[in-house]
């Protein structure tokens, strides 16, 4: 089940995009023959999937890989090791801690979507705003980007003065108390 949510969530949120995701798992696809019509690139079957389904056709597994890519604003080799003088990246290698990290951060957008904002019925809101992604938090960058409130946030109205962070008012009863 939630192996479904995630690629239909994924492929629901996220554009297409490139091929350069999948190319290199089990060698380059072949060439177009000279002067021939132009085919469709095949694409080689996916290998080494922890999280997502091993029967995900090729096209759908790029598509999901373009997206991560577009929200992290990097490329296949931000988590994929690529040996020097290879023409694509070895995508079923384990090699790098920035691949097993996105497999945590999968689990992790996975969860809040189902567990929590699964029960979130704000019928003004569209299902993108009901979402986590990893554009989310990451905005284009390869590290979520720290908030900062607007200087002009809360000026609307000057009269009430927002207590403060440190003020029992801020303190959820759900939550840790602050150290």
């Not at 949120?13 to 798992?25: E, H």
């Not at 997502?52 to 931000?78: A, E, N």
């Not at 189902?114 to 569209?126: F, G, M, V, W």
Request: one cysteine or more; hydrophobic letters at 30%.
């Amino acid at each position: 089940m939630f192996r479904t949510f995630v690629i239909a969530a994924a492929i629901a949120t996220l554009p297409v995009l490139s091929p350069c995701a999948l190319l290199g798992q089990q060698g380059p696809p072949p060439s177009p023959p000279a002067g021939g019509p132009h085919k469709p690139m095949v694409l080689p079957k996916p290998v080494n999937l922890k999280l997502l389904s091993k029967d995900i056709s090729p096209d759908d597994l790029m598509t999901i890989m373009r997206g991560f890519s577009q929200q992290l604003g990097v490329h296949c080799t931000f988590c994929h090791v690529q040996d020097a003088g290879a023409k694509h990246p070895d995508f079923a290698s384990d090699q790098k801690p920035e691949k097993n990290a996105a497999r945590v951060m999968i689990l992790m957008t996975g969860e809040i979507n189902t567990k929590y904002l699964s029960q979130i019925h704000d019928s003004d809101a569209t299902e993108a705003q009901k979402t986590v992604t990893c554009g989310t938090c990451h905005r284009g960058h390869n590290m979520p980007e720290p908030f900062k409130a607007p200087e002009h946030a809360g000026t609307d109205h000057p009269s009430t003065e927002h207590p403060g962070p440190d003020h029992p008012s801020t303190e959820h009863p759900d939550m840790p108390p602050k150290p």
